[in-house]
């Protein structure tokens, strides 16, 4: 937990000086003001969602291969929970993509 909380602040503070100089150059236009922070939103859905995703893939990967090192019959009762971690992604991508549309 404490390095997603590194990596999400290097992140935040990499991208902070361009928000900066994109609004001083579109001051004047509210709408490109306005483009800016939907150009952000949406890295934020697709990249948060896409880190959780990875975290809970590598939590229930881990978990799966224990128990099939025990037992192999459990591997298809695996596969469901990793496409259910998988589509923490997609969602993301679908807000992301909500958030551009509108």
Known sequence: MK?????FVLVFLAVSPALVFAQEAAASSEQADTAVWKYFAAA??????????????????SAAMGAMS??????GKALPYAGLAEGICL???LVA????IL
């Open 3 to 7: 390095r997603f909380a590194i990596v």
């Open 44 to 61: 934020l859905a697709v990249g948060l969602s896409c880190i959780a995703g990875g975290i809970a893939v590598a939590q229930i990967g």
């Open 70 to 75: 025990e037992n192999a019959d459990l591997a």
């Open 91 to 93: 969602w993301g991508f």
């Open 97 to 100: 993509l909500l958030i551009m």
